[in-house]
């Protein structure tokens, strides 16, 4: 080995392989250039590698990542740092930079659940729903239709009942028993018609 070569430690190995933080900082505020150079300063900290995206969506009814703002357009902007940061104190950093309030800022790492919940929402926007009376091929799910109603639906109900309330009081004889035994000689499930 050459005395000028210098043997390489397990810390440059570990730089050399380190791979960037991806986060997407959301606003639901019209952004300006001097709010980019205010972000800007605030994410060099961080040894900003790579701006790719900066997108401007159309206005929505309630952003999703914004409960308190309801009909916004929302700037996307999707960032790379190869130093992590804290989305919450990074937040706070960009609303004392920026001075917009911080229910109108949002950020997430590559790693947050959202962005799951995010991808799942769209590919169910994607898949149109067919409600079942629009579609022609409809068929029925296969579960027998039962009539829950009318005199022997009735009369079925209360013999099912009597006989529960036998089987758990065999010598009590209930007020319930004494009150069907009543309609059953009065005639009232006869005289009701379905």
Not at 52 to 59: A, E, Q, S
Not at 62 to 86: C, G, R, W
Not at 144 to 150: A, I, T, V
């Amino acid at each position: 080995m050459l005395k000028d070569e210098k043997m390489k430690t397990l810390q440059d190995y570990l730089l050399m392989k380190q791979t960037p933080y991806k986060y997407k900082i959301k606003f639901a505020f019209p952004l300006e250039e001097h709010h980019f150079d205010r972000l800007g300063s605030v994410l060099e900290k961080y040894e900003l590698v790579n701006v790719k995206n900066i997108v401007r969506t159309p206005f929505q009814k309630n952003p999703l990542d914004f409960p308190t703002v309801s009909a916004s357009e929302i700037y996307m902007i999707e960032v790379e740092t190869m130093i992590p940061m804290s989305e919450t104190a990074l937040r706070y950093e960009i609303r004392h930079a920026t001075k917009i309030h911080e229910d109108m800022i949002s950020i997430r790492g590559e790693n947050n659940p959202y962005n799951k919940y995010e991808e799942d929402m769209i590919k169910f926007q994607e898949n149109k729903y067919v409600p079942k009376l629009e579609d022609p091929d409809y068929k029925s799910d296969g579960v027998e239709e039962q009539k829950l109603y009318g005199d022997e639906y009735n009369k079925e109900m209360v013999d099912t009942l009597l006989k529960d309330s036998e089987d758990h009081t065999p010598h009590i004889k209930s007020e319930f028993k004494q009150a069907v035994e009543q309609f059953n000689k009065e005639g009232i499930f006869t005289k009701v018609k379905s």
